[in-house]
C-alpha cells in the first residue's frame, strides 16, 4: 500500500541519519523532500502545504528528547501529523436509538459501494446485527443482481425492486415502480422495521463522473429515509480527482463518513491522506480486495505506520 510514497518518506530520512543535532537548514531540506512525496503521492497542495508547516514548526522548536536520536525524532513527528491528517481517532458508526439504523451509501459509479455494501453487510452480521440491504442502484445494468449476489454470499437478506414485492408495511404486496430509486429506499426502510431489521444499508446509483441527476436522486433518498450515516465511497486509486469528487458529494447529498475502497491495488495514496482534511469528515471504513473479508474499520494510527513502515 502507497508504496511509492513510503519509499520517497524514508528517502527524505536518510539525510538525518546520524546527525548529533538537527539544523534549520537540515530540517527545511527534509521537509522539501517530503513536500515532494505528498505532491507525487497527489495528495491535495492546501494539505500537502499546512502539513509540512506543522512538521516545519514542530521539528524545529522540538526539545532534544533523550530516548530519540534527531532523525528518529523528526520521523516520530511526521507520524503523529499523519495520524492527524488520517483523522486521529477512530470513529465508529453511529446506530440509532431506535432502530434500524440506516445507512446510505454514495459514490461514483465503480467506487466499489455494492462490494462495499456487501462486505459492510458482512461485517455487521458477525458483530450480532441483523442487516438489510436494499438496492436501490437502478441505473447501472446488473447492480440490483450484483447486490443479491453479495447479499448471499454474505448470508445477509436483500432487498430489491421486483414486481409483486411486499413492501412489509402491513399493506398487501404491491408493485414497486422499478425506475424509482427513492421508494425502492423507503420501503426497504419499512421492509426492515416489519423483520426486524436492526440495520439497513441503502446502495445507490452512481455515474461515472458527477452530474446533477446523480446528486438529485441521491439526494432524494437521503430525505426519503434520513439516514442516520450517509458513507461517501472512495476508489482510493483516484488522483487528484478524488478531492473534486469529495467536495461535489459534500455539496450535493452530505456525507457523515468515508469509506476508501481499492487499497489492495497500487494506489498513490494521495485520495486517502487528502480526503480527511478536505471534507472534515472523517474515514471510518477501508475496503481491500474482492473478498467479504478484506474490509476493517479504519485506524489512523495503523495507516500511519504502514506509510512510514
Ligand atoms: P459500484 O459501481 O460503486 O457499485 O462498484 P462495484 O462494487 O461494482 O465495484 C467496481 C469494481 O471494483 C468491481 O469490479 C469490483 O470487483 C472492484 N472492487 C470493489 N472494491 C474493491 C477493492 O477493495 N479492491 C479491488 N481490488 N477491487 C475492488
Redesign the pocket.
Known amino acids: 500500500m502507497f508504496d511509492s510514497l513510503s519509499d520517497r518518506l524514508n528517502g527524505a530520512f536518510k539525510g538525518l541519519r546520524g546527525k548529533g543535532r538537527l539544523t534549520d537548514a537540515d530540517i527545511d531540506a527534509t521537509c522539501r523532500e517530503i513536500r515532494l512525496a505528498l505532491l507525487e503521492a497527489d495528495v491535495a497542495l492546501p494539505v500537502v502545504r499546512e502539513f509540512i508547516k506543522r512538521i516545519k514548526t514542530r521539528a524545529k522548536g522540538a526539545e532534544v528528547h533523550g530516548a530519540l536520536n534527531p532523525a528518529q525524532q523528526v520521523v516520530k513527528i511526521v507520524n503523529e501529523e499523519l495520524v492527524g491528517i488520517l483523522g486521529g481517532e477512530t470513529r465508529r458508526l453511529a446506530l440509532a436509538k431506535n432502530p434500524p439504523t440506516v445507512i446510505m451509501l454514495a459514490?461514483l459509479?465503480?467506487?466499489?459501494?455494492?462490494?462495499?455494501a456487501g462486505k459492510l453487510a458482512h461485517y455487521l452480521r458477525k458483530q450480532g446485527h441483523a442487516p438489510l440491504l436494499v438496492a436501490c442502484?437502478l441505473q447501472?445494468p446488473g447492480?440490483v443482481t450484483?447486490l443479491q449476489i453479495v447479499g448471499e454470499r454474505a448470508g445477509v437478506a436483500v432487498f430489491a425492486p421486483h414486481p409483486g414485492t411486499s413492501v412489509g408495511d402491513g399493506s398487501a404486496p404491491r408493485e414497486v415502480t422499478v425506475s424509482d430509486p427513492i421508494n425502492v429506499a423507503r420501503d426497504g426502510v419499512a421492509e426492515a422495521r416489519a423483520k426486524q431489521h436492526d440495520i439497513v444499508i441503502v446502495d445507490t446509483a452512481?455515474r461515472l463522473g458527477i452530474d446533477e441527476e446523480l446528486m438529485r436522486q441521491a439526494a432524494g433518498i437521503r430525505d426519503a429515509v434520513q439516514p442516520d450515516e450517509t458513507l461517501f465511497?472512495l476508489d482510493s486509486m483516484v488522483g487528484q480527482d478524488a478531492v473534486l469528487t469529495a467536495n461535489a458529494f459534500a455539496e450535493g447529498v452530505g456525507f457523515t463518513g468515508v469509506v476508501l475502497?481499492?487499497?489492495?491495488?497500487d494506489a498513490r495514496g494521495g485520495a486517502a491522506l487528502s480526503v480527511r482534511e478536505v471534507t472534515g469528515k472523517p474515514i471510518m471504513f477501508a475496503?481491500?480486495?474482492?473478498k467479504l473479508e478484506?474490509f476493517d474499520v479504519f485506524h489512523p494510527d495503523r495507516m500511519a505506520s504502514r506509510i512510514l513502515g
Do not use: Y
Request: proline share 0%.
Open positions: 459514490g459509479q465503480g467506487s466499489g459501494k455494492t462490494t462495499l442502484d447501472r447492480a450484483q452512481g465511497v475502497t481499492k487499497l489492495d491495488g475496503s481491500s480486495g474482492e478484506d
